[in-house]
Structure formats: C-alpha cells, structure tokens
C-alpha cells in the first residue's frame, strides 16, 4: 500500500501498517520527511524546529514503539516540563505556568488576584471533561455507525451539558474568571487548532487539562525527534521513502483506487494513504471524482507569520515556551479571522529550544522561534503584512526584555502562509486544517476513509480528528485500524 506524504501522520501511520506486516511505500514530494515538523540550520550555529513545538500526549509516541515490540526509550526520550511557560501581560505582568495544577493556582492567586480554588475548580473540570469525551470523539472514527452506537459515546454525549461546556470558549473563561488577563490566558488555548476563542466552542475548554493534568513535555534533541524516531522505526520495519517524488494522480477504475502516478512513473496498489491536506487531495489528485464539497468548504484554521532568529545574546527571563500578550485579545482575532489581516497589536509566541538543547545555539547565543498567529493565505500581500508584523515583534519584544531586539539578530529566515503552503501543500498554509469555530466542527472534518472510493483513506492534520501532534497520531491509528479490520 502507500502512503501520499512524510508527515507526522504519514510516518505514523506507514510504521503502523508496517508493522502490521503490510508492505508501505510512502511519496514525499519534498526532499525529505517531516512536512510541517522539519528541521533546518542557519549559518552561525543555529538548529531550529520549522513547526510544531508544543508536545502534549508523548504515550501516543511510545505506543507505536510498543506496538512493533520495542522500547520506546531505545528510540525516543522525553522530560515532562515544569514550569511549562512563561507569560508576560501588555500590562507588565508575568506569570508562570507550573505544571502542578496547585502550585500554578496558587502563582495566579498571587499575580492574578483570583482565587487559587477558581483555578483548581476549573482544571480538575476540564479534566472530567476531557476523560469523558476523548475516547468518543479523539480516538475512534467519528464516521462509523459503531462508534454511536456504543455505550462510551452515549455516556459522552450525555455528559456535555453538566460540564458546562455549551456557548463559546471565551464566554466559558469569562463567567469562570473575573480578571480578564486569566480569561485570556485560558483563550490562548484556542490557538491550539488554529481557532477563534470567541467562536469556537466550549469544549475546547479542556485543552489545558492536557497540559495541567496530563502534563507538556520537550523530547530530547527537539520536536524533529518524534518524526526522526518514528521514521527509524518505519525504515527498520521495511517501509520504503521515496523523497522528491510528488503525487500527481490517484489513478481509480470502478469506484476503487488502482495505484498513483508521479512523473516518473506509475505504481500499482490496492490502497492508498493521504496525508497531503484533503483540499489539494481531492482538487489535484482526483480532479475527475466528485468532491465532498461542503466539507472541504469549511473554514480554514488560522496560520502563522514565524520568524527563526539567532540572537547573539541570553535572556534569563526566557524560558522554552514564552507568550507575549496583545492588550486587546478581541481585536487580534477579530483581525484573524473576520478582517483576514494582523492587528496593530499581536500576541507573540517565542520558542527557545536552546533553553534545553544547548547545542541548538552557539555558547552566549539563542535560537528564539517568533511566532505570531495570523490568518491563512487569501492573497493577502505578505510583504507587506510581514514587514508590518516583524516592526510590532520587534517593538514589543524589546519593551518587555528591556533590550532593543534587532541589533541582536545575527541570522534570520520567516516562515509566512503562502510559504508554508508551498512546502506542505497545506491549503492556504492553514496550520490545522478547518478551524474548530463552530459546535459541529469535529463532525464536519473529513472522514479517515473515503466514502466513494474502495482503498482510499485519509491522515493528517485536514482530517478526523483534527490538527496538531496528538491529533495527527490518533488519525494514523483509527487509519491503520480501518485498513487492518478490512
Ligand atoms: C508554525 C507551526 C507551528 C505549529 N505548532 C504546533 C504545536 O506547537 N503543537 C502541535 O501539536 N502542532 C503544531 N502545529 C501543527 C502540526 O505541525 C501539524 O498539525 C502536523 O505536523 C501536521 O502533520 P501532517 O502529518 O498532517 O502533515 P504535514 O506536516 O502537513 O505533511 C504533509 C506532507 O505531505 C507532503 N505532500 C503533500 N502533497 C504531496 C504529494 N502530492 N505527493 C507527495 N507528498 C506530498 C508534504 O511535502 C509534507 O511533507 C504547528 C504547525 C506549524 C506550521
């Protein structure tokens, strides 16, 4: 069978078939695996992660591992991280976020001036929250009668309303919080899939469980870590990479899939994987077949303007994960997603992995990931828009460190949406596929398998169960256990 790119999910779910005993063929059309979870250099000493750099979830790693029988830690480590981040507020106030959920409560009470027990009450219910859907709606095909008809998903559904999960995110944080800096803190967490905290649902609200509860962790040697040792994996049980080879067709007789083509040759098999984004799947792969139109019609995540910078200096006050916030959070996503544009003042997101990988960054040196949400691409001019938001990056940044930033930077390289669009095929250069802005948003992701054709299934961030590290493997597994039973 093959596999349509090298992604985190594509790698995942090629180790997984593999060993099932499948044999698996994965096409990458760039020169190398990983898409959105590469790695790269710039001159001077600096290694940085291009993507991802939250982890949550490592056991969705380590069970492929011990799935294929091996132990985990001969090919991935990783450190639960505490405290998890540091967050500085446009009013001068820092706070940091211990992973012990008391010991961050009590910092909030402190800094805050809100209750310790507000903020307790509040994680250990997303917690419940969390415990009681994840398995109905994360782990299981959310397109297969089965999955209803169990007794999980009707005690699932059954519970939403007693956990006070109905309106949107953003009214959840306010009726919970009186200081508007914690509803914006907990808001952030929308962010997570690329969404809107004042549209998205309040379900979303059990993301900081994950982190709180079940914890944030930093893999040894960076986030490139997990593709890499996924992708030995993969490799030791026989899946063959092909690299610079894109997709061009999906070739179907019948109503089944009957192999694919590139320009170099044509392939023969009797299933076929997906993991580039489902819009460009269906648009350029299978430009005949009738397409799922209202689901490729949702609403695309946000994406990200990312500048990667050595700074030939340390900051003591930075920390791995760093978050700088706007003053008005309303009109940031106000900006993002009705406005299609970058708000005069933004929240930036500054990823050090130098913090915990020396070697990622010369002695005395950093390697600071700046990362600014913006929306995906819709002929925006970038050009513009990055020059805007590098001057309102720089600003900030140096009023909060109380050092003038730009002098700093002794390499440079910006990640923009048409760019990110281009290097992974992601439609519009959306982060996390469709956004999560309405209630029915998990029901409207594609499905991991094609409803009209035999022998094709889908993997990814575009897909169920969604965007994201975590989500990206659960879609390899509910893929390889679809191929698996049929
Ligand atoms: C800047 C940024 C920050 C992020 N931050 C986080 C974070 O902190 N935490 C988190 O969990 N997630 C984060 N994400 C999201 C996460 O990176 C993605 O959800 C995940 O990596 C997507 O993996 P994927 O397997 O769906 O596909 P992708 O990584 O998109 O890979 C798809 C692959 O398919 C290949 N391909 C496409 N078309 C073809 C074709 N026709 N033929 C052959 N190959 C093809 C592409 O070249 C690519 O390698 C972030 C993403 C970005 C870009």
Partial sequence: MAVIGAGIAGIATAARLAVAGHAVTVFEAAATFGGKMHQFALPGGYRFDAGPSLFTLPQLVDDIFRLAGREPADYFRYERLDPITQYFFADGTRLTAWADAAKFAAEVEEKLDTPAAAVTQFLSRSGRAYDATAGTFLHKSLHKAGTYLSPETLKAVAALPQLGLLGTMHQRHARAFADPRLVQLFDRYATYNGSDPYQAPATLSMIPHLEHGIGAFYPEGGIYAIAASLHRLAEEFGVKF??????????????????????????????????????????????????????????????????????????????????????????????????????????????????????????????????????????????????????????????????????????????????????????????????????????????????????????????HPGGGIPLCLLSAKIVSSLINEE
């Fill in 242 to 463: 092909r690299y610079n080879e894109p997709v061009e067709e999906i070739t179907v007789a019948e109503g089944r899939v009957t192999g694919l083509r590139t320009a170099l040759d044509a392939y023969a098999f009797g299933q076929v994987v997906s993991n580039m984004d489902v819009v460009p799947t269906y648009r350029r792969l299978l430009p005949q077949q009738p397409a799922p139109e209202r689901t490729l019609s949702q609403p695309r995540s946000s994406s990200a303007l990312i500048f990667y910078w050595g700074i030939a200096r340390e900051f003591p006050a930075l920390d791995l994960h760093n978050i700088f916030f706007s003053g008005d959070y309303q009109r940031e996503f106000q900006a993002i997603f009705q406005d299609k544009t970058v708000a005069d003042d933004v929240t930036v997101y500054v990823n050090v992995t130098s913090k915990k990988t020396p070697a990622d960054a010369p002695a005395g040196h950093e390697n600071w990931f700046v990362m600014v949400n913006v929306p995906h691409d819709q002929g925006q001019d970038w050009a513009a828009l990055t020059a805007h938001t590098r001057r309102v990056v720089l600003a900030k940044l140096s009023q909060a460190l109380g050092a003038e930033i730009e002098p700093l930077i002794a390499a440079e390289k910006v990640w923009t949406p048409p760019g990110i669009a281009a290097d992974t095929s992601s439609f519009g250069g959306a982060l996390y596929g469709s956004s999560s802005n309405n209630a029915l948003a998990a029901f409207l992701r594609h499905p991991n398998f094609s409803g009209r054709l035999d022998g094709l299934y889908f993997c990814g961030g575009s897909v």
